[in-house]
C-alpha cells in the first residue's frame, strides 16, 4: 500500500507481477469527511484542541519543522495570526 500516492506514482510501481494499491485520505471522502467533522467541532463533540501538540508563529516555521523531526511534536500548527502564536 502506498499511502499518499497519486495515479503517476502508482503507475512507476505497478511492474512486474506485484500487486500495489494505494490509499489516499485513508479512502474516505474528504469533502463529507470535512464537513462532518466541522460539524462535530461546532457541537462540541470534537475537540481538536487536544489533538494540537504545539503552535508556532509563522516565523517559527523552521523551529517547528525541527521539532517535527525530532519528535518533540507530533501535530504542531502554524498560525497565520500573529496574536494567534
Do not use: C, H, W
Not at 485520505?25 to 481538536?48: H, N, T, W
Not at 508556532?56 to 525541527?66: C, E, V
Request: charged residues 30%.
Amino acid at each position: 500500500v502506498l499511502v499518499g500516492a497519486g495515479r503517476a506514482m502508482l503507475d512507476v510501481f505497478a511492474m512486474g507481477r506485484k500487486t500495489v494499491t494505494r490509499t489516499l485520505y485513508g479512502s474516505r471522502d474528504p469533502k463529507a469527511d470535512q464537513v462532518r467533522l466541522l460539524e462535530l467541532y461546532m457541537a462540541g463533540k470534537f475537540r481538536i484542541e487536544e489533538m494540537v501538540s504545539a503552535t508556532y508563529g509563522l516565523d517559527g516555521i523552521n523551529d517547528a519543522m525541527a521539532d517535527l523531526r525530532n519528535g518533540k511534536n507530533i501535530r504542531g500548527v502554524i498560525s497565520l495570526s500573529e496574536d494567534e502564536a
